[in-house]
């Protein structure tokens, strides 16, 4: 999940695509290892190839950060080098997680915290999630 894959209908429903990539296999999708994915969008765990309803929760934390703070590359400036995603999940192993954007409400933030635990299982569904947004809107 990244902000290229949402599209919007024309009764404004978001709509989500690229899916032709995924293999399903019964609780988890795993993508075939010659297919690219936005690492800056992706979860630990599917950093490594596997994928889940929790790890599009993560992707869709990123997705709002990009939104608020304007900026479709996540982590610019910090994560870096020829081995960008060993890097990466080395920064995100530490527990570094993306910077509160400008002008974004806390309790929206302590969302996409939320949405960025490390362990899948204790990061929130997205029943949960809507619920949270329509109470900060």
């Not at 894959?5 to 989500?16: E, G, H, L, R």
């Not at 990466?88 to 997680?97: I, P, Q, S, V, W």
Request: with cysteine; proline share 6%.
């Amino acid at each position: 999940l990244n902000p290229y894959t949402i599209y919007v209908s024309s009764d404004n429903t978001a709509k989500i695509g690229e899916f032709r990539y995924a293999l399903y296999d019964g609780l988890e999708n795993h993508c075939n290892d010659n297919i690219s994915i936005a690492v800056h969008y992706t979860a630990p765990e599917s950093l490594d190839r596997v994928f889940s309803d929790k790890s599009d929760v993560w992707s869709f934390g990123v997705v709002l950060w990009s939104i608020y703070a304007r900026d479709c590359n996540p982590y610019r400036g910090k994560v870096v080098g020829p081995n960008f995603v060993e890097n990466m999940k080395m920064y995100l192993k530490l527990g570094n997680r993306l910077d509160v954007p400008l002008n974004c409400p806390m309790e929206l933030y302590a969302m996409m915290i939320s949405t960025w635990v490390q362990e899948p299982t204790m990061r929130p569904s997205f029943t949960l999630l809507d619920e949270k947004l329509n109470l900060i809107k």
